[in-house]
C-alpha cells in the first residue's frame, strides 16, 4: 500500500505539475492527501463519494428524462481500461471514480422511473374502478389504497396510478377486490406549515396520485383482466394483516388491543381518536406510526 501510495502521490504531483507554479502549496496538499488516503487504505470509501456526486449530477443537471442507458455505457466505458491499469494507480483511482459516478447517476435515473406517476391537478368527481390493494380497517367504515383502472374518463396520461380513499359504509370488502364506485379525488395535500408534515412527499414515492372519499354506492366487480402476480401476493399479504389485527385486538380488547395489534401489524387504523391525540401528547405517537 505504501509503494501505491507513493505512485499516486507522484502521479498527482505530475498531473499538477502545469499549474505548480502558480498554485504550489494546493498541488503539495493534494498529493499528501491522496499519498495519505492509500497508505491508511482508505481510498475504497471515496467510491461512496463519487456515487453520491453521480445522484447530485443528475437532479442538477437533468430534467427527470435521462436516459438509462447513456450512463451505464458511460460506466462500462470507464471501466473497460481497469484490468490494464494495475501499473498506473492514480490512472486506476480515477477510472473506477468515473465509473461510480456513472453508476450514480444511472442509480437516480432508474429510482425517479420507478416513482414517477401522474399526480391529480384538480378536485375531480367521478366513477372510479380498480383493485383494492390495500385495505385499513377503521372505527367506522375503512380506508383503501385502490389501484386504478379507470376514472372520470382522464387520460391514463393524467390518471393517478394509486388513490387512497375513505369510506364509512359499505359491503364487506377485502384486498384484491375489483370495485367500482362514485368518488371525490383531490391532490394529495402538502405541509401545512413549513418543516411539518408533507403528506404529498410522502405519497409521491408511494405511487398515490390523489385522496379522497368514495361516494354512494360500491360494487364488486370481475376484474376486466387478471391482476398481476405481484398485485396478487401483495393483497394476500395485506389480508394477512387485516386478520391479525383483528385476532389481536379482539383478544385485548378496547383502545389497548388497537394500539397492540398496531405494533404488530402496522395497521392503526383502529386506535380511535382519543387514543391517538393521548400518544402524540406523551411523544410516543412514532412508536405506532412506523
Avoid at 31 to 37: I, K, Q
Avoid at 109 to 129: D, E, H, M
Avoid at 238 to 262: H, M, P, S, Y
Avoid at 267 to 276: Q, T, V
Wanted: aromatic share 6%.
Amino acid at each position: 500500500m505504501r509503494r501505491i501510495g507513493a505512485r499516486l502521490a507522484g502521479g498527482a504531483v505530475a498531473l499538477a505539475s502545469p499549474r505548480a507554479a502558480l498554485m504550489p502549496d494546493l498541488g503539495t496538499w493534494f498529493a499528501e492527501g491522496l499519498a495519505r488516503e492509500a497508505e491508511q487504505r482508505r481510498l475504497f470509501p471515496w467510491l461512496a463519494v463519487a456515487f453520491g456526486a453521480g445522484i447530485l449530477v443528475f437532479f442538477a443537471g437533468a430534467d427527470g428524462t435521462a436516459w438509462l442507458a447513456a450512463p451505464l455505457v458511460g460506466a462500462a466505458l470507464a471501466l473497460a481500461p481497469v484490468p490494464v491499469l494495475g501499473a498506473r494507480p492514480a490512472a486506476l483511482a480515477v477510472a473506477l471514480a468515473l465509473a461510480a459516478g456513472f453508476l450514480g447517476f444511472a442509480a437516480a435515473t432508474w429510482r425517479v422511473a420507478q416513482v414517477a406517476a401522474p399526480i391529480l391537478a384538480r378536485t375531480t368527481i367521478g366513477p372510479l374502478t380498480g383493485m383494492i390493494e390495500a385495505l385499513d380497517e377503521r372505527e367506522v367504515g375503512a380506508r383503501l389504497v385502490i389501484r386504478v383502472e379507470s376514472f372520470a374518463g382522464l387520460d391514463p396520461a393524467a390518471r393517478p396510478l394509486r388513490v387512497r380513499v375513505s369510506f364509512r359504509k359499505a359491503p364487506p370488502l377485502r384486498p384484491g377486490d375489483f370495485i367500482a364506485a362514485t368518488a371525490r379525488l383531490l391532490p394529495p395535500p402538502e405541509a401545512a406549515r413549513p418543516g411539518g408534515y408533507d403528506f404529498a412527499r410522502d405519497a409521491y414515492f408511494q405511487g398515490i396520485g390523489a385522496v379522497g372519499s368514495l361516494l354512494g354506492a360500491i360494487t364488486v366487480r370481475e376484474p376486466p383482466a387478471p391482476p398481476p402476480l405481484r398485485l396478487q401476493l401483495a393483497a394476500l399479504l395485506d389480508e394477512a394483516r387485516n386478520a391479525l389485527t383483528r385476532r389481536i385486538a379482539q383478544a385485548e380488547g378496547g383502545q389497548a388491543g388497537a394500539v397492540a395489534a398496531a405494533l404488530v401489524t402496522g395497521k392503526r387504523g383502529l386506535i380511535g381518536p382519543a387514543a391517538n391525540d393521548a400518544l402524540r401528547a406523551a411523544g410516543i405517537y412514532h412508536v405506532v406510526s412506523i
